[in-house]
């Protein structure tokens, strides 16, 4: 397990962490997932978009770089790292077909939701029967941002709004990621959501990317929201 400021499971091989304790990290996640160290964990060079990869077998450290990830292969985890950012994991238990993306401000407006829901469909999953879960986040509290990051969004739709409260002058807003998440999930026909509602900034048990740059510090970690299904 890694130590410092990296202390416990930091499954980011794009920290500076140790990377053997980044792969110790990632097969302790495993475990926990699948009941074994070895069961294939495969995770993305994400880069903050709408693409979508379809998995059919264990990658290993050659990540593409995308968003999201789907699959209807049994026996491999689907991984997201997130440090704020809001991961959500996909099942439609009928049709046996999973997924997992990673909706930072950038990816939900440019539509990694839908785009994971529709690559989901191509493997045989109905929109109807997909359930999804939003992970630990950054909350609308802790997450302040300028009245131009606000503007951004209103050109695109002005029903954005209600994803802003005010901040701690005119000039400053508090934004609602996994609210917008959570909204975009509804919109493309996804009606069973569960959202844990933890805020990774305030949670001292989670890594926080805000958090480590209001304390000056040099780097930071990434926790893993993984998703398998059985054998």
Known sequence: MSVGIYDSLNCG????????????????????IAGRRDTPLVSLYQIHSNKVVSVSSDWGDDRPKADALVTNQPGIILGI??????????EDQNAGVI???HAGWKGALAGVIGETISAMEALGAARG??????????????????????????QVDAGFSMFFASGRDAEHRHFNLPG????????????????????TYASENHFSYRRTTHRGEADYGRQLSGIMLAR
Request: with cysteine; proline share 6%; aromatic share 6%.
């Open 13 to 32: 091989p794009g920290s500076n962490d140790d990377p053997d304790s980044v792969r110790e990290n990632r097969r302790i996640a495993a475990s926990v």
């Open 81 to 90: 790292l997130t440090a704020d950012c809001t991961p959500v994991l996909f």
């Open 180 to 199: 917008l998440v959570e909204n975009r999930l509804r919109q493309a026909g996804v009606t069973r959501v569960a959202n844990s509602a933890v805020d």
């Open 129 to 154: 029967s997909i359930v999804a879960a939003i992970g630990p986040t950054i909350q609308q509290p802790s997450y302040e941002v300028g009245s131009d990051f606000e503007a951004r969004f209103l």
């Open 99 to 101: 997924g997992a993306a």
